[in-house]
């Protein structure tokens, strides 16, 4: 189901082909991360800490350097101190997040790694490594880490943020406020006022490709990169930087890419498989096993938050109070920001104030997951809009209409808001059948919203125009979502030929200008908008072409459905196969390059409506039907754009019904396998139904918005209002698992 | 003259002013504007943030156009997944 503003009549923008590496991914030919092999390539393995926090003493690699063959041993002295050479405190804390020197801060962080003949050498040596520990107290939640007297991870951590400035290290890394109004008036002007508080767990990502990479280290100092990235780009800007090498001493190769969700956009294995291999003189393989990845590299953060809010009995809101705490892992940086600033996105509220911690603790650094924090916001200030309705008995839709964001509104984070597609997501919703379909027993229906505001960064693409007519489309960003097609789709669009006769193409990072990672929903809207570039760049010569061979003036030809046309009908049409057949002959190879910083970055909303069906003897919920409205602007390609609605949706529900690190009181995660950290399958599942809105954006030739993140912001709070309807019970903790629900109906009934 | 608004992350360096009127060409002149005004934001708005300028939200924007009547708002760089 689609919900467009405009038809305008686009031949290929909108259609559903077949995918560019659907073939290649089916028949098993694609190469990710870990399948390439090198003449003499060495197996790397990791040695990693089994303490949460812990002072390293020694580290005695002797016994495995002598062993069978291994051919090197790395620890973190074999990498410059970037601190000594006075860098930015981030890129300080990535080198160490990706070998401990002095202290390892998480179970799993990186203390050495080998590089041998076989895995079986690599992982004997790996085991004949001896690192002798100081054990330290730690600390995993930001209740703990904030606690006075804590244990600290970074005795120079002195909270950002903070007037006046604190003379005593903590391990709060930051503070941020958002206000506006008058609190005590904005309450004092609500009939209904709601106040609660949440908590919410680490979840990872949960991509099925693990991180793998292959390294490449030439006598000269040159080395070659092939890994699993979001971003090619970041991860040479990164390696470089752990390395203490300039970025042009690397060339990184994008290898398909088997999920990310924000998680691939880390180093992690890259600069120890290169420092391997400079040592062997030989090609080096890394990839890390499940375990490693749930251990070692970033989930999203767990989270406590307090949330007040107040309406009128007319059904507006007046008023906010949020108070939220992200856990950041074992160094600063928690997407704490970007919750506090879309946790009141998606409603005009006169008087609010919202306050956020960024707070370190021992576990894996976080990475950034779909619209990073603004998940865990949503489910707290989404609960309780719930809980508002309820206490108005207004319909949960009509009270989030009458306090929707519209074009013009200041966003709760600042500027007013450009045209969005807000109002537009919550009437199809309103619409749908699904919305007033009868429930069974123990069946509840729940509703909530999500908002994320994209990003638009830097792009390049070239478009060459071969001997037959057909394009190649060469562009720096990783396909995680289908990006090749909308390329493809695109380029077409623009050129005039069929989607079949285009190319598309990830390049490596010397052979396509710089672009930024495959993330914030970001790739159509500014790589696309690259793409369209250089395809107009290409048109135009093809125009100057077709008047030189005509000799007439260039305003004399015209681009029409692929083929220069002149405005008076006194030629014959000139196609691209009879243009680039005679390239040779009007100025040579046709080809075109486009780089920008985008602009017209637009906002995306999403309104998702639940029906679950709890059992009360299990605590388990199960989801009977679901449906999702999302605002994609435009979408380029309807198949894949469902894909990232449906998949949003899906990874929601895991987050607010199943998964979760768990820990033990050493600090060591009990269930980094899939087995126990329990990802929804398939037949956990009712068909996702999608409802593809279009307001398209004014700022993209195309309208595009972006559409990879904000499915995954309201399926918490939308299974949680589902559970209240259905039990009576609010749910405050996720994940929503069988036992809390349990425990939460026995309360109820107690 | 452009509007510019302090988010309350910023105001430490305003003293608490949240809003001020600035005459600016572009960005980059805007934020040396600010900071013979406050000094020390033009440091913060250089590295750590993104630029909403009328709405349109801009990252390494030096020399975006800051329009007569323009409202301007620092935003934190976001991370995206």
């Known amino acids: 189901?689609?919900?467009?503003?405009?038809?305008?009549?686009?031949?290929?923008?909108?259609?559903?082909?077949?995918?560019?590496?659907?073939?290649?991914?089916?028949?098993?030919?694609?190469?990710?991360?870990?399948?390439?092999?090198?003449?003499?390539?060495?197996?790397?393995?990791?040695?990693?800490?089994?303490?949460?926090?812990?002072?390293?003493?020694?580290?005695?690699?002797?016994?495995?350097?002598?062993?069978?063959?291994?051919?090197?041993?790395?620890?973190?002295?074999?990498?410059?101190?970037?601190?000594?050479?006075?860098?930015?405190?981030?890129?300080?804390?990535?080198?160490?997040?990706?070998?401990?020197?002095?202290?390892?801060?998480?179970?799993?962080?990186?203390?050495?790694?080998?590089?041998?003949?076989?895995?079986?050498?690599?992982?004997?040596?790996?085991?004949?490594?001896?690192?002798?520990?100081?054990?330290?107290?730690?600390?995993?939640?930001?209740?703990?880490?904030?606690?006075?007297?804590?244990?600290?991870?970074?005795?120079?951590?002195?909270?950002?943020?903070?007037?006046?400035?604190?003379?005593?290290?903590?391990?709060?890394?930051?503070?941020?406020?958002?206000?506006?109004?008058?609190?005590?008036?904005?309450?004092?002007?609500?009939?209904?006022?709601?106040?609660?508080?949440?908590?919410?767990?680490?979840?990872?990502?949960?991509?099925?490709?693990?991180?793998?990479?292959?390294?490449?280290?030439?006598?000269?100092?040159?080395?070659?990169?092939?890994?699993?990235?979001?971003?090619?780009?970041?991860?040479?800007?990164?390696?470089?930087?752990?390395?203490?090498?300039?970025?042009?001493?690397?060339?990184?190769?994008?290898?398909?890419?088997?999920?990310?969700?924000?998680?691939?956009?880390?180093?992690?294995?890259?600069?120890?498989?290169?420092?391997?291999?400079?040592?062997?003189?030989?090609?080096?393989?890394?990839?890390?096993?499940?375990?490693?990845?749930?251990?070692a590299t970033g989930p999203t953060s767990g989270t406590r938050m307090k949330v007040k809010m107040g309406v009128s009995n007319d059904g507006k809101l007046t008023a906010a109070e949020v108070w939220m705490a992200f856990e950041a892992g074992a160094y600063a940086g928690s997407p704490v920001g970007a919750a506090g600033m879309t946790v009141l996105a998606a409603y005009d509220i006169p008087h609010f104030l919202v306050e956020g911690y960024d707070v370190v603790c021992n576990k894996p650094r976080v990475a950034a997951y779909r619209a990073p924090g603004a998940p865990q916001a949503a489910f707290a200030v989404e609960s309780v809009l719930d809980e508002l309705a309820r206490g108005i008995d207004m319909d949960p839709i009509d009270l989030r209409l009458a306090n929707a964001a519209v074009e013009g509104t200041q966003a709760a984070y600042g500027p007013k808001f450009p045209r969005i597609g807000f109002v537009e997501t919550l009437e199809a919703i309103k619409e749908h059948p699904n919305y007033t379909t009868e429930l069974g027993p123990n069946q509840g229906r729940g509703v909530a919203a999500g908002f994320w505001f994209n990003a638009g960064m830097s792009s390049s693409a070239t478009v060459h125009v071969n001997e037959n007519g057909t394009a190649t489309v060469v562009t720096g960003s990783p396909d995680i979502g289908g990006s090749r097609q909308s390329m493809a789709l695109m380029a077409a669009e623009e050129l005039g030929i069929p989607y079949e006769s285009i190319k598309?193409?990830?390049?490596?990072?010397?052979?396509?200008?710089?672009?930024?990672?495959?993330?914030?929903?970001?790739?159509?809207?500014?790589?696309?908008?690259?793409?369209?570039?250089?395809?107009?760049?290409?048109?135009?010569?093809?125009?100057?072409?077709?008047?030189?061979?005509?000799?007439?003036?260039?305003?004399?030809?015209?681009?029409?459905?692929?083929?220069?046309?002149?405005?008076?009908?006194?030629?014959?049409?000139?196609?691209?196969?009879?243009?680039?057949?005679?390239?040779?002959?009007?100025?040579?190879?046709?080809?075109?390059?486009?780089?920008?910083?985008?602009?017209?970055?637009?906002?995306?909303?999403?309104?998702?409506?639940?029906?679950?069906?709890?059992?009360?003897?299990?605590?388990?919920?199960?989801?009977?039907?679901?449906?999702?409205?999302?605002?994609?602007?435009?979408?380029?390609?309807?198949?894949?754009?469902?894909?990232?609605?449906?998949?949003?949706?899906?990874?929601?529900?895991?987050?607010?019904?199943?998964?979760?690190?768990?820990?033990?009181?050493?600090g060591n995660m009990e269930n980094p396998s899939f087995l126990d950290y329990r990802m929804p399958v398939a037949s956990d599942l009712p068909m996702i139904e999608c409802c593809v809105v279009e307001v398209p954006n004014p700022a993209h030739p195309y309208g595009v918005r972006g559409v990879g993140e904000v499915g995954i912001v309201p399926p918490m709070a939308a299974l949680g209002n589902a559970i209240k309807d259905a039990t009576g019970v609010r749910m405050t903790e996720l994940p929503m698992s069988p036992i809390k629900v349990l425990e939460a109906l026995n309360e109820q009934s107690d | 003259m452009a509007k510019v608004y302090f988010s309350a992350g910023l105001r430490e360096f305003t003293g608490g002013v949240s809003q001020v009127q600035v005459q600016a060409s572009n960005v980059r002149r805007l934020v040396a504007a600010l900071d013979d005004m406050f000094p020390g934001i033009g440091e913060r708005l250089s590295e750590g943030s993104s630029v909403a300028i009328d709405g349109e939200i801009l990252t390494d924007a030096d020399f975006e156009s800051v329009p007569e009547d323009a409202e301007v708002h620092f935003l934190d760089i976001l991370q995206g997944g």
């Not at chain 1, 209904?192 to 990872?204: G, S």
């Not at chain 1, 929903?521 to 072409?545: H, K, M, P, Y």
């Not at chain 1, 015209?558 to 049409?573: M, R, T, Y």
């Open chain 1, 1 to 295: 189901m689609a919900l467009t503003e405009e038809n305008p009549g686009y031949k290929w923008v909108g259609t559903r082909p077949i995918r560019p590496d659907g073939l290649e991914k089916v028949t098993g030919k694609a190469q990710f991360g870990a399948d390439l092999a090198l003449p003499g390539m060495l197996y790397g393995r990791i040695v990693r800490s089994p303490h949460a926090h812990a002072r390293i003493v020694s580290i005695d690699t002797s016994a495995a350097e002598s062993m069978p063959g291994v051919k090197a041993v790395v620890t973190g002295s074999d990498f410059p101190d970037l601190a000594a050479n006075g860098a930015h405190p981030s890129a300080i804390d990535v080198s160490h997040n990706a070998i401990a020197r002095d202290k390892v801060l998480y179970d799993g962080h990186v203390v050495a790694a080998v590089a041998a003949v076989t895995r079986e050498q690599a992982a004997a040596a790996a085991n004949a490594i001896e690192v002798a520990y100081e054990v330290l107290p730690h600390v995993l939640t930001v209740d703990e880490a904030m606690a006075e007297n804590a244990p600290l991870l970074h005795e120079g951590m002195i909270t950002k943020g903070v007037e006046p400035t604190p003379e005593q290290p903590s391990n709060v890394a930051s503070r941020l406020t958002h206000e506006r109004g008058d609190l005590e008036q904005g309450f004092g002007e609500a009939d209904v006022v709601v106040e609660q508080e949440f908590t919410t767990k680490p979840v990872h990502q949960g991509y099925i490709e693990p991180h793998a990479a292959v390294a490449d280290a030439n006598s000269d100092g040159r080395a070659n990169i092939w890994c699993s990235s979001q971003g090619h780009f970041q991860m040479r800007a990164d390696t470089a930087s752990v390395l203490g090498v300039s970025q042009g001493t690397l060339k990184v190769t994008a290898a398909e890419i088997g999920g990310g969700f924000g998680g691939k956009t880390v180093i992690y294995l890259e600069p120890i498989a290169v420092r391997l291999s400079q040592r062997a003189g030989r090609p080096v393989k890394l990839v890390m096993d499940r375990d490693e990845v749930f251990r």
């Open chain 1, 504 to 666: 598309p193409v990830v390049a490596d990072t010397e052979t396509v200008g710089f672009t930024d990672v495959t993330g914030g929903s970001r790739v159509t809207l500014a790589t696309g908008a690259a793409v369209v570039d250089a395809c107009r760049i290409v048109i135009e010569d093809l125009r100057a072409r077709a008047a030189k061979t005509w000799d007439v003036e260039l305003d004399q030809v015209e681009w029409v459905d692929g083929q220069a046309q002149h405005v008076e009908g006194s030629q014959p049409p000139l196609s691209l196969n009879d243009l680039a057949a005679k390239s040779a002959r009007t100025g040579g190879p046709i080809s075109a390059n486009a780089s920008l910083n985008a602009r017209g970055v637009g906002a995306a909303f999403s309104t998702q409506v639940c029906d679950v069906e709890v059992d009360p003897e299990t605590g388990v919920t199960q989801v009977v039907r679901y449906l999702t409205a999302q605002d994609a602007g435009r979408a380029i390609s309807p198949d894949y754009v469902e894909g990232q609605m449906q998949g949003g949706v899906v990874q929601g529900i895991g987050w607010g019904l199943n998964e979760e690190y768990v820990y033990d009181q050493n």
